[in-house]
């Protein structure tokens, strides 16, 4: 059977590389100044022409976008070609406010398949694989990404959507899926229910293609063993296309982003500052080959570190670390910055599954933190240490990780609500007041 080719562009030497970005930069710049009045007023307020931006060493220069603006200018007020030029939209899964609003042209989907495509033969995938999406479908990009990726390729896709257990476990077991397309969270769950069931030998998956949100290496090793696959981390989000941004490929040590459609660069939050390579900041990105949603220099509040590292697959495209969450995902307690993903470290790290929650609230005028885990049926049925135990061991765990007290309560097996897509890990009620 024949292999879904490998585009020779992901192992291009990292110079002509760098020279076909400058050169889509140019042309980019151009074409953005010329058809979207936000940018064209942007650049003339910060001085900046087009004929400025000779390649990506004066990528620099170009003012920053942000979601704001998105929100400000929804809904067409970034579209650089005409509305009948557009054949979808998506939207972000947005909490507060105004949605944001992404369009495609024809040739913008074909690219966003292009990237998706590229994380599935990362992943291994060939056409004879079976796909099955339970990524949902319709505004989130998520299942309509996937789906573009896996025809590309030639799989036979499953077009699941989210939710749904026992018909997910159903056409897994009956049409013998390989590749699993989900948030992270729900692949956990179904690596849970999989057991359960006792269906692990009547499983046919070799591999997982998991992102939406952040999770830890632990999370990562606990899904592989449930489920008996290799999970390889995909990261994107709606307003630079959706999935396929970057992938990680064999070696499971960051993922490469496609640099032919997208640049990135790191910055200090705070500053705006561009980092060195290998610093931590927030990612930007700069999409040089879409034509209906092109944004320059999108703050993503994402933060992590690059890397050009040599990677042995061969793919020169630039490697991110695992996104250690968004910026606005941090939680300041007790006046210490603490992550969801440092509390999950800990907790995996003593044997529990994802199956957590954190509650932030205020009493007076002192925040107080609670996590709240499920013991593990294994550890309900054989209890090696009682639960005050559990919990006095956690929370010297936390304090060593977080450097602050957190209460901490250990609930019984399933009390906590499962995701089907991205999960919610934090509920802080300080919002509310
Ligand atoms: O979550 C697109 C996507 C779908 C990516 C399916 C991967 C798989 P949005 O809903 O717009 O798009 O959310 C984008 O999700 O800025 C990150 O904060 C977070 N995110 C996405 N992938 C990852 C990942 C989709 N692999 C936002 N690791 C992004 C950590 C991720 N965070």
Request: proline content about 4%.
């Amino acid at each position: 059977m024949k292999k879904y080719y490998q585009p020779e562009i992901e192992t291009m030497p990292v110079e002509e590389l760098q020279a076909l970005q400058s050169e889509r930069l140019v042309k980019q710049v151009q074409f953005v100044y010329d058809n979207v009045k936000f940018y064209h007023e942007k650049m003339d307020e910060a001085g900046i022409k087009p004929e400025d931006i000779k390649g990506i060493e004066d990528l620099h220069k170009l003012p920053f976008i942000t979601k704001d603006d998105l929100r400000d200018q929804y809904p067409y007020g970034l579209l650089a070609v005409p509305l009948e030029d557009c054949v979808r939209i998506q939207s972000t899964s947005g909490t507060t406010g105004r949605r944001v609003v992404a369009f495609y042209t024809q040739e913008d989907i074909d690219l966003w398949d292009e990237c998706c495509a590229r994380a599935i033969v990362a992943a291994g995938g060939t056409k004879e694989d079976v796909c099955h999406v339970c990524y949902g479908y319709g505004l989130f990009t998520g299942g309509p990404g996937l789906n573009g990726g896996s025809h590309k390729v030639g799989c036979l896709t499953l077009p699941m959507s989210s939710g749904n257990t026992e018909r997910q476990l159903q056409f897994m077991t009956d049409l013998g899926s390989t590749i699993l397309c989900c948030t992270p969270s729900y692949a956990a769950n179904l690596g849970e229910a999989v057991n359960e069931r006792g269906l692990k030998d009547k499983i046919k998956l070799k591999a997982g293609i998991f992102g939406a949100e952040p999770w830890t290496e632990e999370m990562r090793h606990n899904i592989e063993e449930s489920l008996g696959i290799k999970a390889y981390d995909i990261y994107g989000l709606t307003e630079i296309s959706g999935p396929g941004v970057s992938f990680e490929c064999e070696e499971q040590a960051g993922m490469h982003i496609q640099e032919d459609h997208f640049i990135a660069e790191i910055i200090d939050p705070n500053t705006g500052e561009v980092l060195p390579e290998g610093e931590v900041g927030e990612l930007v990105f700069t999409c040089i080959t879409k034509k209906a949603f092109p944004l320059l220099r999108y703050r993503t509040r994402d933060l992590c570190r690059l890397t050009r590292e040599k990677c042995s697959c061969g793919r020169t495209h630039v490697r991110m670390m695992k996104p250690k969450g968004r910026s606005d995902d941090m939680m300041i307690v007790k006046g210490v910055n603490v992550w969801p993903s440092q509390i999950e470290t800990v907790l995996l790290n003593q044997g529990y599954q994802a199956n957590y929650q954190i509650v932030v609230d205020r009493v007076g005028n002192n925040d107080t933190i609670e996590v709240q885990v499920e013991l593990t049926p294994e550890m309900a049925e054989n209890p090696t240490m009682t639960v005050a135990e559990r919990e006095k061991k956690i929370v010297a765990g936390l304090k060593s990780m977080l450097g602050i007290k957190v209460d901490v309560k250990v609930v019984e097996p399933k009390t906590i609500t499962r995701s089907e897509g991205k999960a919610v890990r934090v509920v802080d009620k300080r919002h509310l007041y």
